[in-house]
């Protein structure tokens, strides 16, 4: 199920969809659906989008939680796969991608609860990463749905090579803040190219605090684009 709250911040919006719906943090995901800055005629307000955890288990699986690769508190001392599902995940990964034609090595990056970081190791990493990433996110797909037939959907598996999530991540940050001083300067809007939930939402909370810029999502289904505006501009 969807469901749609608004409050005067993220965090406050967030707090009463738990609230009402009676669920933990990490048992829905969020989608950020429009900012609006307090002016002098408006309040402001930020309008969420909350999923419950059972409906987007694969596409949260794939988008949130990019940031997690190479964080160095959760690597781990071990790679080498703890147990009969750790082992069977690791080798499904590995001849996928090895009937892709690729070389690779697939181990361990990190364990927490109810999750595990798979990092791929590859001289094709390039092209297992796909423009934007997506082919990545494809893999990591396939990854979860597997998890989930050896009875553990309910661990998220975050798949990643040559640290692309923080990359992704990092790029995105400039990106945001790059557009904003371009409508800043021009006072006009400008439409980013289409993506999924996580990254738009590193878009929104990263624009969240400059007074004179706005962002709201347009468009329909999992890639929506998000438009930077100059306060005041429709």
Known sequence: MTY??????????????????????????????????????????????????????????????????????R???????QGEFEEKLIDFISKIVEKMGYDVKVQVSYREDKKIGIKMDSSSSSILIGRKGKNLDALQLLANIYAGRLGHE??????????????????????????????????????????????????????????DVETKSEGDGLYKQVRVLYKGIR
Request: proline share 4%; aromatic share 6%.
């Open 75 to 81: 690597l781990v001392a071990d790679p080498l796969p």
């Open 154 to 211: 309910d661990v998220r598996v975050i798949l990643d090579t040559e640290n692309y999530r923080i990359r992704r991540e990092e790029s995105l940050v400039r990106l945001a803040y790059t557009t904003a001083d371009k409508v800043r300067s021009r006072r006009n809007s400008i439409l980013l190219e289409p993506m999924n939930p996580f990254e738009r939402r590193l878009i929104h909370t990263t624009l969240n605090d400059i007074p």
């Open 4 to 73: 749609e709250y608004e409050g005067k911040t993220e965090r406050e919006a967030i707090e009463l969809a738990a609230s009402e719906l009676g669920l933990e943090r990490d048992q829905f995901d969020v989608e950020i659906l429009e900012t609006q800055k307090n002016s002098l005629f408006k309040k402001g307000y930020v309008k969420i989008r909350v999923h419950t955890l059972e409906d987007v288990k694969p596409s949260h699986a794939m988008f949130d939680d990019a940031d997690v690769e190479e964080k160095h508190s």
